[in-house]
Every structure is written in C-alpha cells, then in structure tokens.
C-alpha cells in the first residue's frame, strides 16, 4: 500500500489560510489522494479527493505536485471549527472475486489546531 | 436522510460477554465497513461488505463477526469480548461510485470491556 507522511501537529490563526502537506512518494499513477479529517468524538469527515489536477470544492483546496508525489490540503479561512485530525490517504485498488475496489487506510494524520 | 447510524452509543462488557453493534445506513449504498480506532492511532478496518450478501476480512478481523443483513444493515458481533477490544467503532458506507470512494461515518460505539 502507498504509505503517506503528515506531520503530527500544526496551528493556524484563525482566519488564516491553513496549509496541511503530505508526502505519498511511492503512489501508483492509478491511486487516488483522499483527504478527510476528525473532530473530536466524531467519525471522520470526507474533505476532498484527487488524481492529478488541483480540486477545489466548498471546504478546501487540494494541490498535488506533477510528480504525485507530494499534496497540500488548503484550509483558506480557518475557523475555531477546524481544529481536527486530518488524514491524507491513498486510495489503494485491490481486486476480490473478479471485481475491483477501493481501500483507505487511515495512518494516524495531523492534528490542526485552528487558535483565536 | 439519517445517513449512516449506530446502535449503542455506548457499552460496558465483562470479559467474556458477547454483544452486536449495529449499524444502518439510507443512502442506498452498496459497500459498508466497520473500522475500530484506539487512542494515538488511525483507523483499522475489521471488515467489510462490498454488496449485500458479501463480507471479507480487513487488517483485524480476529475476536469479530458481521453479518450483512441485508443493503441498509450492517451489523457486528464479538462473540466473547476482551479487554483488548476496548475501543471506539466506527461505521461507514461508501457511494456506489467505483471511481469516487467517499465513505461516510456513522458517530461511533465507544465500547469498554472490564
């Protein structure tokens, strides 16, 4: 499986673009970067996906180097809200009975800490 | 449109004790997933179903059964628990789209085994 590296903690002021990177150096050109993250006590929370091309959608920005092998999760106004783990994960594609799925595989991620 | 729900919130076992937890979804969804989460560390999957009437094992399987009962339910039982499945269990399921794998959470069984 693509083994990815975040660091295990970051702050960001609030209002502040916050800029969470990943290392996936061993991605296939088929596997996917998800990005989800965990607030407290709760399950965790789908943010964003990409192969190739930069994706923007309401909650954030994901920027994936041409290489693939290194992405950034943008955050561009965190909130107090934000504080979470956030998982960066590679979407492994695994075959089963003659039919292809997907698999995440959740490492232990970074804890944003989003401060007044 | 609840999305992924669980049954209990929480638990207290004696060793030994079996219980199911359960969990439903209404997003008609093919694939269902049940994960386990110890403090400091991601999530382990335990087992999964692809569509209903399928199951196959995750990374830790060992101490656990599930049982697909049919597209919305997705249950799983610990036939005689250990302390060392004190943990909290999360439920997910997972659209349809092969190309798109956004699981979805239910809020977790935060369970405790004496």
């Known amino acids: 499986d693509a083994k990815t590296t975040q660091p295990p903690s970051m702050d960001c002021a609030e209002g502040r673009a916050a800029n969470l990177p990943c290392n996936h150096s061993t991605i296939s050109g088929n596997e996917y970067v998800y990005w989800y993250r965990q607030i407290h006590s709760q399950g965790p929370q789908y943010i964003i996906h990409?192969?190739?091309n930069n994706e923007t959608n309401e909650m954030a920005s994901l920027i994936i180097t041409e290489d693939r092998k290194s992405s950034t999760l943008i955050l561009p106004h965190a909130t107090l809200r934000d504080t979470a783990v956030y998982y960066c994960i590679v979407r492994v594609t695994f075959n089963a009975g003659g039919t292809s799925y997907g698999k995440l595989t959740f490492g232990q991620g970074t804890i944003l800490t989003v401060h007044p | 449109n609840a999305g992924v729900t669980q049954t209990p919130k929480f638990q207290v076992l004696k060793t030994g004790q079996s219980m199911t937890l359960q969990c439903a979804q209404d997003m008609n969804h093919n694939s269902m997933y049940w994960y386990r989460q110890d403090p400091g560390m991601g999530l382990r999957l335990i087992y999964y179903?692809?569509?209903?009437?399928?199951?196959d094992k995750g990374e830790v399987p060992n101490g656990y059964n599930v049982s697909r009962l049919n597209k919305r339910e997705f249950s799983l039982r610990l036939e005689s628990a250990a302390p060392s499945q004190t943990s909290v269990y999360f439920c997910?399921?997972?659209?349809?789209?092969?190309?798109?794998?956004?699981?979805?959470f239910g809020p977790g069984t935060r369970l405790l085994v004496l």
């Open positions: 179903s692809a569509s209903e009437g399928t199951t």
């Open positions: 990409g192969l190739k």
């Open positions: 997910a399921s997972r659209s349809s789209d092969k190309k798109r794998e956004t699981q979805y």
